[in-house]
């Protein structure tokens, strides 16, 4: 398995422009699965995900879509891969899918996340994440943007919750 995995919050992909910036990136950095968190999509579309991120990738994606200009997650394979749906793994917070490497044929299981600002949706956000083992494959990858610190060193400012930084670690 040759894996070059980009994860990225790009604060929209609403933008041709910004697109056209990630899609430059994607392929120089030979990119082979992306995960975008922050989409600001209701709807992703094949054109959108070859705009964004290149032909090779606008058959083979799994999105979450935003709520209003909120939130939206896409998960995108190239060819190398294939990515579905795992049904009832999914949340308010985030997406799962079951990732086949069709050089081998071995799977895992990709949880692509977008957490949420509110201190009890995080727990929550944290609750469902043990609800999904039971849904998924052993190997799982849970990433993204969690809006959550691991400890007070990564907050610029004072304002820290540290029963939500506990839970998170």
């Known amino acids: 398995m040759d894996l070059s995995l980009l994860n990225w919050n790009p604060r929209g992909l609403n933008n041709p422009a910004k697109r056209r910036s990630i899609q430059r990136f994607v392929s120089t950095h030979c990119c082979n ?3 975008l968190q922050e989409t600001k999509l209701a709807d992703v579309s094949a054109s959108i995900v070859a705009e964004a ?3 090779r990738f606008a058959s083979n994606f799994i999105f979450k879509p935003a709520s209003g200009t909120r939130g939206g997650i896409l998960v995108a394979c190239s060819d190398d891969f294939s990515v579905v749906l795992v049904p009832l793994a999914s949340s308010d ?3 799962t899918g079951t990732v086949t490497d069709k050089s081998d044929g071995s799977s895992w299981s990709l949880t692509a996340v977008y957490g949420p600002q509110d201190d009890h949706e995080k727990i929550q956000m944290l ?3 043990r609800r999904i083992k039971s849904l998924t494959l052993p190997e799982l990858v849970i990433l993204g943007d969690y809006n ?3 400890s007070a060193h990564e907050k610029s400012t004072n304002n820290l919750n540290l029963r939500t930084m506990g839970r998170f670690r």
Do not use: P, R, T, Y
Request: no cysteine; glycine share 6%; net charge neutral.
């Open 93 to 95: 917070f985030f997406i």
């Open 33 to 35: 699965m992306i995960v």
């Open 127 to 129: 609750a469902e994440f």
């Open 53 to 55: 991120l290149g032909a």
């Open 148 to 150: 959550l610190m691991k």
